[in-house]
C-alpha cells in the first residue's frame, strides 16, 4: 500500500549554520544543515568526524520530513550518557518548526564533568542558539502526473499549469501531446476542474504511478 504524500506546506532549512559555546571549558560546536535523508544525515556526521577527530563526542539528531511528522527522524548520544545529547537535541529541532535539518554538536571536554543534568542543558543550549541564526522557506508537496492532449489545446493547458505553481518535468508531441507534471498536491482538485472546463470534461490527470 502506498503512503499518501503531505499536502500541508512545511518549513524546511534553507541555510547551513556553526555555533560555538563553551560550558565549564569544554567546547561544544554545533553545525545545522539541511537534511532530506538518513543516508545525508549519516553522511553529514561522518563528515563531521573527519574534521573533528579529536572531539570527545560527535552527537546528532535530525528530522527528514516536517517538525511535526512522527516518522523521519533519529538520533545519537555518541558515547555520552543515555538521553542527555541526542534526544534534548532532537527535541529543540521538533519545537523549532523546521523540519528536512540535521544537527551535529562536536563537543571537546574541557576536564569538567557537568552530570546528567548539566549535558542535557549544555547539548540543547548549543542547538537553540544555532536555531536562531537558521532560515527556511516552505516546501509544497507535489504530486507527479500525466496528460494528453490535443496540440490546440497545449497553450490552455500550461496556462492552467503556470497558474498553480506547476512544473512541465518532459514533453512528448506524437499524435497527442504527452506531458508529464509535477503539480502542488493541495491544487490537485482545482487542476482537474480547470481542464474539465477547457475540455467538456475529456481532459483528465493520470497519476504517474498508474502508467
Do not use: W
Request: with cysteine; net charge positive.
Amino acid at each position: 500500500m502506498k503512503k499518501l504524500p503531505m499536502t500541508k506546506p512545511y518549513k524546511i532549512a534553507a541555510n547551513k549554520i556553526e555555533h560555538e559555546t563553551i560550558v565549564n571549558r569544554s567546547r561544544f560546536i554545533c553545525y545545522l544543515s539541511p537534511c532530506v535523508s538518513i543516508e545525508e544525515a549519516k553522511a553529514q556526521v561522518k563528515q563531521c568526524q573527519l574534521e573533528h577527530p579529536q572531539a570527545s563526542h560527535h552527537c546528532y539528531a535530525f528530522l527528514t520530513k516536517a517538525a511535526d511528522n512522527s516518522l523521519g527522524y533519529g538520533y545519537s548520544d555518541d558515547g555520552e550518557p543515555s538521553g542527555t545529547a541526542g534526544k534534548p537535541m532532537l527535541a529543540l529541532l521538533q519545537g523549532g518548526g523546521i523540519g528536512q535539518v540535521c544537527a551535529i554538536v562536536v563537543r571537546y571536554f574541557g576536564g569538567t564533568k557537568l552530570g546528567t543534568g548539566g549535558l542535557q542543558r549544555a547539548y540543547g543550549d548549543s542547538v537553540r542558539q544555532a536555531l536562531v541564526f537558521l532560515q527556511s522557506k516552505t516546501k509544497i508537496a507535489m504530486a507527479t502526473k500525466t496528460l494528453a492532449c490535443q496540440y490546440s489545446q497545449v497553450d490552455d493547458v500550461l496556462h492552467i499549469i503556470s497558474q498553480v505553481g506547476g512544473q512541465v518535468v518532459e514533453q512528448e508531441y506524437l499524435q497527442h501531446v504527452q506531458f508529464k507534471l509535477l503539480l502542488p498536491q493541495a491544487k490537485l482538485v482545482l487542476i482537474e476542474q480547470k481542464l474539465q472546463t477547457l475540455s467538456a470534461g475529456k481532459l483528465s490527470l493520470i497519476a504517474y504511478d498508474d502508467l
